[in-house]
């Protein structure tokens, strides 16, 4: 369950994000283990970028990081039959112009996956996609860091175009709706 100071919807994608942080900071293989072991330190990243003490860097960095990342599935590491997938899907529901908003059309919202990921996972939202493939209740700690920045700052950026990011939610399924 997320951290009782986390109630908006920009709450829950920091904390997210200050997951990431604390994983890749100590070597962790996943954020639950960086939960586990660092749960302080993430409480402080989420603080800082909360109050702007500190700031994401910009999604171009992840733009270039896929572009000399090895071509393979970001879902099940093939190598067949890639394709760019939109991460968030075209059919999402934050804001009416996001069906055609740049967020979601740039390089930024893609990433490579396999036609058969592409497929199973169609206009599913991410979490909701790994809660189905992967059999492991914390499922969503357990995302690829590239994956999973890359989608928040693309939900972030469709959030803030749509005024929504103070909204306040209470479990996981702010980060994606319908879950
Ligand atoms: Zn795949
Ligand atoms: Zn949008």
Same mark, same amino acid.
């Given at each position: ?71 393979? !599935?970001?879902? !099940? ?23 055609? !908003? ?58 803030? !175009? ?18």
């Amino acid at each position: 369950m997320p951290d009782k100071s986390v109630k908006t919807i920009k709450d829950q994608i920091f904390f997210q994000y200050a997951k990431i942080i604390t994983k890749s900071s100590f070597w962790y293989k996943d954020c639950s283990e960086a939960k586990r072991k660092a749960y302080w330190f993430i409480k402080q990243k989420f603080n800082e970028l909360k109050s702007w003490k500190i700031c994401w860097s910009n999604i171009t960095k992840e733009d270039w990081e896929f572009v000399g990342s090895e071509k393979e !599935c970001i879902y !099940c590491g093939s190598k067949e039959d890639l394709q760019k997938e939109h991460i968030v899907p075209k059919s999402l529901k934050i804001k009416e112009e996001c069906k055609t !908003c740049q967020n979601i059309q740039s390089i930024s919202n893609q990433l490579w996956a396999c036609k058969v990921c592409n497929q199973k996972k169609s206009d599913m939202w991410l979490y909701k996609f790994y809660s189905k493939i992967l059999d492991d209740e914390k499922f969503y700690d357990k995302l690829p860091s590239l994956l999973e920045k890359k989608y928040l700052k693309t939900i972030y950026n469709c959030h803030n !175009c749509a005024w929504s990011l103070d909204i306040e939610k209470d479990d996981i399924s702010v980060v994606d709706l319908d879950l």
